[in-house]
């Protein structure tokens, strides 16, 4: 089935390449003012496990649908300015975290954010000038320009949409590799396959995984070996932390997990790398999926 003209279009984004230029700008914008930490974690949604994004784009958009549809009642003027001024109180959060994510994905991602982003700050400009108008005690003027801010900020979700879903941007990308693995016990290799200290990458059929000693030899751990950000291949990665709670680093994006646990030290991933049991038999390495008897 073809796609309709509308979708067509945000497809056409995806390759937009007259956007990379100012889609680069924003980034490295972006990365000057929010360098790597925990503000920007926090941005991202590293210690609720989970991006905010998201989850802050609940307030601006419900509180300006809500105003919008309000003003269609007598009598509702000064709830519907409460909620217009609501929403643009919580846009700067949600626009901050949004920027957040941005900066850390792919071009083609950014090529369809920079438009989101457009759409959703001249919605939000709008919104503003609706305000400012009903302040002034022009409410006709004010419903007007509520109902095409909405409109703008409308067409910014879509893309949004497009974004998270159909691109998969703000998806765990390592979610589906444990389901992947048949449950029991599986032959990874030789214990001496894996030097200790070292990273290596091992496909248990056509699944990637993560395989570390920790320098003293003694355990094996098993990871997914796609970064659950954007898939990237994490043996590729550089083992950084001190010794007892090594991490691996992310060579795509800078994401950090415990070789140990999976758990997320560093963004912009949000969610932790699958982990598997492990066992030798002998001298043979074997994984299960950690949820297996
Ligand atoms: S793919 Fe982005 S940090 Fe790993």
């Known amino acids: ?91 700067l959060p949600t626009a901050l975290a949004g920027l957040a994510d941005f900066s850390e994905l792919h071009r083609q991602h950014r090529r369809v954010g920079l438009v989101h982003a457009g759409a959703n700050i001249l919605g939000t400009a709008v919104f503003a000038a609706s305000l400012v108008q009903r302040a002034r005690g022009y409410d006709g003027a004010g419903r ?42 599986h032959r990874l290799g030789e214990l001496d396959e894996f030097a200790p200290g070292h990273l290596v990458r091992r496909m248990l059929g056509d699944i990637p995984l993560l395989v570390w000693r920790p320098d003293d030899g003694t355990e094996v751990f098993a990871l997914a070996g796609q970064c659950s950000h954007l898939a990237g291949p994490l043996a590729d990665g550089a083992v950084t932390g001190p010794a007892g709670r090594e991490c691996v680093e992310c060579p795509w994006h800078g994401s950090t997990f415990q070789l140990r646990t999976g758990e ?30």
Do not use: C
Request: charged residues 15%; proline residues 9%.
């Open 264 to 293: 997320v030290v560093r963004g912009p991933a949000t969610a932790p790398q699958p982990r598997f049991r492990t066992r030798t038999v002998g001298s043979a390495v074997e994984v299960s999926p950690a949820e297996a008897g």
């Open 144 to 185: 007007q320009l509520a109902r095409l801010g909405l409109l703008l900020v409308a067409a910014g979700g879509s893309l949004g949409g497009h974004l998270a879903y159909h691109q998969a941007a703000g998806a765990n990308h390592a979610e589906s590799v444990p389901h992947r693995v048949p449950d029991g016990w």
């Open 1 to 91: 089935m073809k796609n309709v003209q509308p979708f067509k279009a945000l497809n056409w984004l995806e390759t937009a390449k007259i956007l990379d230029a100012p889609a680069s700008g924003v980034q490295r914008l972006v990365h000057a003012v929010l360098p790597r930490g925990w503000v920007k974690d926090l941005l991202h949604g590293v210690p609720q496990g989970h991006p905010l994004h998201p989850v802050l784009v609940q307030l601006p958009i419900g509180t300006w649908s809500s105003a919008v549809l309000l003003d269609l009642f007598p009598g509702t003027g000064k709830a519907a300015k409460l909620l217009v001024g609501t929403g643009l109180a919580s846009s």
